[in-house]
């Protein structure tokens, strides 16, 4: 299966007042495949969106960016023209629609821009059978509103529209469904799923939410500290977590079993971006840990998953 985007040593420094700052992606290696979803899954402060923000080429200048992020056939991309691939090629949605859209345009005329841009042809009914595939009833009516007059539910089904409009081959959706209450959020994740099986799109889904990511993805990648500390199929992953983030992270959903007992928290947060990390960024927050830590672990192969903890490699 041919590979659409692989990213290999990601890594990004923020230069804030002539001093750069410690090392917020510290090496992300990232592989997605043709029509397949991989879930990053990560706590708060992890990088998942500064990942997604460097594929789609739009880090601020403060930014300091090294390594290759290859996407099909154009090559590496860190050096390509963005303005040709962002938002054609690659399109993304985000936690809140009301950022994707602008409140002062109805929704009609903001579609009818982004379909111009694609030199797309018949463009009313393009945007009613794009409404239509995203689950909108009524897209008249759609049209005419501007965003505030849209629920959240159905400007999120508006934006997954817009994003779709390209025909990407790769969408990026970065915690699509955190602003959405729990049944409304599902529905978001089944419709992008169908629309996933129809029009076959690879996708990188971001959440922090193990669960989502879990029912969405093919292959799992879980983030710490700006590093990717365990890969591997969604189902390996979860049967078998090897790094004891992932098992942390898992311990933690809530379930009808758990809630009948106690449910773990991982101790301890995330490191800021001022700490100055040595070694396995995860070492002070984990009951394994061992003086081998104090040196940055190797990736190494467990079966089908790629795990860097010195704890699975002694
Ligand atoms: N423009 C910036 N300048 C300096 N530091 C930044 C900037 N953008 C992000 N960071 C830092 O990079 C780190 C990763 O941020 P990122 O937004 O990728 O986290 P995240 O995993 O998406 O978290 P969340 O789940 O809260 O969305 C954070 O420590 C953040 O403070
Ligand atoms: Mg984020």
């Known amino acids: 299966m041919s590979t659409v985007l692989k990213i290999s040593h990601l890594e990004v420094d923020f230069e804030i007042n002539g001093v750069i700052t410690n090392t917020p992606l510290r090496g992300i290696n990232l592989e997605i495949k043709a029509g397949k979803t991989l879930g990053i899954v990560g706590e708060t402060g992890c990088g998942k969106t500064l990942t997604a ?84 009833r009524d897209p008249k009516r759609v049209l005419e509103s501007y965003p505030h007059e849209l629920s959240g539910g159905m400007l999120q089904r508006a934006m997954i529209a817009m994003a779709l409009l390209s025909s990407p081959t790769l969408l990026i959706a970065d915690e699509p469904t955190t602003a959405l209450d729990a049944t409304i959020g599902d529905h978001v994740l089944t ?4 629309l996933q099986k129809r029009e076959g799109f690879a996708m990188l889904f ?35 977590p090897q790094h004891p983030y992932t098992q942390g992270l898992l311990g933690a959903i809530p379930s009808a079993e758990k809630a009948r007992g106690t449910l773990v928290a991982i101790p301890g947060n995330v490191p800021s971006v001022l700490t100055n990390i040595k070694g396995c960024a995860f070492a002070d927050r984990c009951s394994l840990q061992m003086d081998k830590c104090a040196q940055e672990p190797p990736t190494v192969q467990i079966g089908k998953q790629s795990v860097a903890c010195w704890a699975v490699n002694s």
Do not use: C, W
């Open 53 to 136: 923000t460097a594929i789609m080429g739009l880090l601020p200048s403060s930014a300091i960016q090294r390594g290759e992020i290859e996407f099909g056939n154009h090559g590496d991309i860190t050096k390509a023209d963005m303005a040709d691939i962002r938002g054609s090629e690659i399109t993304m949605i985000f936690q809140n629609p009301q950022s994707a859209f602008n409140p002062i345009f109805s929704i009609g005329a903001q579609l009818t821009m982004v379909a111009q841009r694609r030199g797309i042809s018949d463009i009313p009914a393009t945007l009613t059978a794009r409404l239509e595939s995203v689950g909108l």
């Open 191 to 194: 419709l992008i799923a169908a």
């Open 206 to 240: 971001i959440s922090h939410d193990v669960t989502a990511v879990a029912k969405t993805s093919d292959e799992i990648a879980v983030i710490y500290a700006g590093r990717v500390v365990e890969t591997g199929p969604t189902s390996e992953v979860m049967k078998s």
